[in-house]
């Protein structure tokens, strides 16, 4: 069993309660989302998002189903909102003893008097239906008492807002309703009602700069008069609605036993790892050409960068080589003058990334390696080798290789490296020229292709040793502290003190053999939590990734702290000699600190570390389970 717990104290505090939250997910890229308190903070959060376009084009339509207890003559209500004028009501988190999720079901014990009432929710893997069941645990010296559950919904972007503009079509059914034709809600002796709740806040969406209201319609209620042990279901599905799903107690025991065969799957020694291998889960998802990779919950979709960064840790270490060699081959078929296909979160498809091709080529090499699968790596050597050609010859915006052997790259308002923000369309950090880590994954990707090709490769080979004798020459900087960020940059050779410098000394096929150097260079990035993205000490450094999107685009690759940087730390720690588990600490204490059972995208640079950015990011959790995996 694989538990995160919290009680009365946090619980109770609406500050920690409404900071934490929960995810379920449907394995399409839909997902149910929010906070222990019960607290909307973010337009995200809802009991039925669903992704129109798997795994994209996501829309929210049950935002809650808020609990009221009737007690004789009066109502206590369990929720808890946020209006626009700053009040705080109902308050139900008051009331709120215990907080669980447990083998990946999120569950609420509240308690009034004698009378105790258990909400647990889940979403049914591969269909976009969410299901909660409602228990009451106890009555007090009463025989029975009667639990309402009202229904709150819209249907939207998920990335927008909806107002109060004409009430929505609402049918009725026989156990419940169906919203404006798109998705339907069932439960026992519904009682409808129809009005607006005007003025929701989401703290956490004003907090980002962004527009932080809506309005939600009331639709009704269910209602059931309990005694101890009974329950009331609420499911609510879109798509088919002539065919209801699952009732919400099979539902929720179907994802509780999908989490414990996840985890014993994934060969997970204890709990750290059973919530890790869990959390991986959420994050491969079913898209119409196979198997892919959320980037991150809740805003992000599939990016071949992200995808391929992630794809050791999520698929190779977890057993799941067989949905990885189906990723693989469906990202090969993306490939266009050797670049691998973003696929954009609004939809399209882009070639946008310098690195993104790269590191298929490691995901790749990996994956041959470490399952022994030689079909595949013959399967998808010649796309290996188109990807190589291209950058040979050159291939969109700039991307080419240089006469000594080193990728160049870089075209007016793009950021093609992994620092890839922008403000008005102008780089934060453009890294134009060769930057260091760009190169490490091209001569590390060279020599896995040439042990892919096997006698085959001896071109790639020569290739990879040319650059390699560039990298050393151009990379190592004179006075010893490590490597440049970039050379042959617009302004010159680039000293930042940046991490990208690890994957140098980090890869498998590692240009650099000596790690301390690098090692040493990167010594004032390292946190608890991962490496920070600029040494304090530079002049542009920006320790707070807070505000509106200019404030944290210009902080997220300027002092930000990314925690999947710690698996090419770990790494050249291992190759210096230095096997240290403590470093990991900070990432496992994290897990019941933000998004729960998760690691979040960033942190602040500057202490305490506070997390920023998703809740649930998939480079995160891969490296941290990744590197956990090296010390069994």
């Known amino acids: 069993m694989a538990s995160i717990t919290f009680g009365r104290q946090i619980c109770g505090d609406l500050g920690a309660a409404a900071s934490r939250e929960w995810l379920v997910t449907d394995g399409l890229g839909g997902f149910a989302m929010g906070t222990v308190a019960g ?86 893997r591969g269909r976009a239906a969410t299901g909660v069941r409602f228990t009451l645990l106890r009555s007090g010296a009463r025989d029975r008492v009667t639990v309402e559950v009202e229904a709150l919904c819209t249907w939207r972007d998920v990335h927008g807002e909806r107002r109060a503009n004409g009430d929505p079509a609402i049918d009725k059914a026989a156990d419940g309703f169906m919203f404006e034709g798109v998705y339907r809600v069932r439960g026992p002796g519904f009682e409808p009602v129809g009005e607006w709740y005007r003025g929701v806040h989401h703290r956490e969406e004003a907090a980002r700069g962004l527009n932080d209201g ?262 190592v900087r004179p006075d010893g502290l490590g490597l440049y960020d970039v050379v042959d940059g617009d302004e010159g050779d680039d000293a930042s003190v940046r991490p990208n410098q690890l994957l140098a000394v980090s890869l498998p096929y590692a240009p650099i053999s000596d790690p301390a150097p690098v090692l040493c260079a990167v010594g004032p990035l390292v946190t608890s939590l991962g490496l920070s993205s600029l040494a304090p000490a530079d002049h542009r450094y920006r320790g707070c990734h807070r505000g509106g999107p200019v404030e944290r685009d210009g902080a997220y690759h300027q002092g930000t702290v990314w925690p999947w940087l710690i698996g090419p730390w770990f790494d050249a720690q291992r190759r210096a000699g230095v096997v240290d588990g403590s470093v990991l600490d900070g990432l496992v204490a994290h897990l019941s600190e933000w998004g729960i059972g998760s690691v979040s995208e960033t942190f602040d640079g500057a202490p305490p570390h506070a997390a920023t950015g998703c809740p649930f990011q998939a480079w995160s959790v891969a490296e941290l389970l990744r590197v956990r995996a090296m010390m069994r």
Do not use: C
């Open 39 to 124: 607290l909307q903070t973010r337009r995200y959060h809802g009991l039925l998002v669903v992704a129109t376009e798997p795994p994209i084009g996501r829309h929210l339509g049950l935002a809650a189903l808020d609990p009221v207890l009737v007690i004789g003559d009066e109502r206590i209500r369990l929720a808890t909102h946020e209006w626009a004028d700053g009040a705080v009501s109902p308050a139900g988190y008051v009331h709120l003893e215990r907080f669980d999720v447990t083998d990946g079901v999120p569950r609420w014990r509240w308690s009034v008097g004698g009378v105790a009432l258990e909400a647990e929710l889940a979403m049914m």
């Open 214 to 475: 809506e309005d939600l319609w009331f639709a009704g209620r269910f209602v059931a008069a309990l005694e101890p042990g009974a329950t009331i279901e609420v499911e609510a599905w879109h798509g088919q609605l002539d065919e209801p799903p699952a009732p919400a107690r099979q539902i929720i025991d179907k994802a509780r036993q999908r989490a414990v065969g996840v985890a014993r799957s994934s060969g997970a020694g204890n709990e750290v790892d059973a919530l890790l291998a869990h959390a991986a889960d959420q994050l491969i998802v079913t898209a119409p050409a196979g198997p892919t990779v959320v980037a991150g919950y809740p805003w992000f979709g599939d990016w071949s960068r992200d995808t391929m960064t992630s794809y050791e840790g999520l698929f190779l270490t977890t057993g799941r080589a067989g949905e990885g060699a189906e990723l693989l081959r469906a990202a090969a078929a993306t490939t266009s003058e050797g670049m691998l296909a973003n696929t954009a979160d609004a939809g399209g498809t882009e070639y946008n990334t310098v690195d993104g091709s790269l590191w298929f080529l490691h995901a790749v090499g990996r994956h041959v390696e470490r399952t022994g699968d030689t079909d595949l790596g013959a399967e998808l050597l010649p796309v290996l080798s188109d990807v190589v050609d291209h950058h040979l010859a050159g291939t969109r915006f700039g991307i080419r290789v240089d006469a000594d052997g080193l990728i160049i790259q870089g075209a007016d308002g793009w950021a093609l490296t992994w620092m890839d923000a922008r403000i008005d369309g102008t780089p934060v950090t453009a890294r134009r020229g060769k930057p260091v880590e760009v190169n490490a994954l091209w001569i590390n990707g060279l020599r896995h292709v040439a042990a892919i090709a096997g006698r085959k490769g001896t071109r790639f080979g020569t290739l990879a040793d040319t650059a390699q004798s560039s990298f050393i020459r151009r990379f």
